[in-house]
């Protein structure tokens, strides 16, 4: 059995030899390191490179299982993967530890005035009539209610928010005090303070909210959006926020990434821009790796995976 890496993952390298001894593992920096032979022979790879394809997988005959080491895997050949039967894994759950702090601090930073301090120390300006706001009894809205949600849900409810969310179906889930299925999403949009987008790509998300959905929003209401920059049209977001529909929106995924140097979001001042960050941390790695050093366990006894495994067909 050939295990063959897409990054270098340092000590860990060391663990997986020698916790696996009849795997032969090959560490790489990413597809273009991959040699023609490795690539004829593997059966396993894991990591993460943005540049892998359908035209790699392709020089890949005996791949049986791919281990994403990133949650999102929409930029992956999925239609091939499935059509070729070839398990895929990801980072799910992970991410979410980072992610949830990474909320919860952009609104901790909103509602303190933070943004507003730092402006006043620029121009040596000392207000102490400064006043901010509480979360506490503030109502926040996460469309999507997987790992991401449950875990910043848990902090809000700490702080005694109400915590909503939307899913297909309705379905309860941990730490949130009332679901909406999607067909109530209007609904539910109107009732929340804060509105949370963490939803992956698939086709059913991609633009999924409209100008009428931030139009039916509070004016008050703060869109921060995590998931994937495709959930609404690129002009459609600066339009409502040009026009000041919402109070202001914290972005960390876009329609377009990377974010143009010259795009009008730069221009704005009820925008708060971030580079794609909020899942990243110097964890990651680790973490990944040990769901998928469990996984490797089960798959060499049994041929299969115990934990993670992404629905092709659903693409997450």
């Not at 897409?6 to 597809?31: A, C, H, S, Y």
């Not at 009894?137 to 996460?142: A, D, N, Q, R, T």
């Not at 409502?240 to 876009?254: G, M, P, T």
Request: proline residues 2%.
């Amino acid at each position: 059995m050939k295990a063959v890496s897409l990054k270098r993952l340092g000590q860990m390298e060391e663990v997986l030899i020698d916790t696996f001894p009849t795997v032969d593992f090959v560490f790489t920096e990413g597809v273009s390191a991959i040699s023609i032979n490795d690539r004829k022979t593997l059966d396993i790879l894991f990591g993460h490179d943005s540049s892998l394809d359908e035209t790699f997988l392709q020089e890949c005959p005996n791949l049986k299982w791919l281990a994403w080491y990133s949650t999102g895997v929409n930029k992956l050949p999925l239609d091939y993967l499935s059509k070729n039967e070839i398990v895929v894994t990801n980072g799910k759950g992970v991410h979410a530890k980072q992610m949830s702090e990474f909320i919860i601090g952009y609104l901790l930073a909103d509602y303190k005035k933070m943004r507003t301090s730092y402006i006043n120390q620029q121009q040596h300006k000392y207000d102490s009539k400064l006043t901010g706001k509480r979360l506490n009894g503030e109502s926040i809205l996460f469309i999507g209610t997987g790992s991401i949600a449950q875990k910043t849900a848990k902090v809000a409810q700490a702080i005694d928010m109400k915590v909503l969310g939307v899913n297909t179906t309705g379905k309860t889930e941990d730490y949130i005090d009332y679901v909406y299925p999607i067909t109530e999403l209007e609904q539910a949009l109107t009732t929340a303070d804060i509105v949370v987008n963490c939803l992956p790509e698939t086709s059913e998300t991609i633009h999924l909210l409209t100008k009428e959905h931030f139009e039916i929003m509070n004016d008050h209401t703060l869109f921060m959006n995590v998931g994937r920059g495709t959930i609404v049209k690129h002009e459609v977001l600066i339009d409502v926020l040009e026009q000041k529909l919402i109070r202001h929106a914290y972005l960390d995924v876009f329609e377009r990434e990377p974010l143009p140097a010259n795009d009008k979001l730069y221009e704005l001042d009820n925008v708060t821009l971030t580079a794609h960050i909020t899942g990243n941390g110097t964890e990651n790695a680790e973490d990944i790796t040990e769901i998928f050093k469990k996984n490797l366990q089960y798959f060499l006894n049994y041929g299969k995976i115990i934990e993670n495994q992404v629905d092709l067909k659903k693409g997450y």
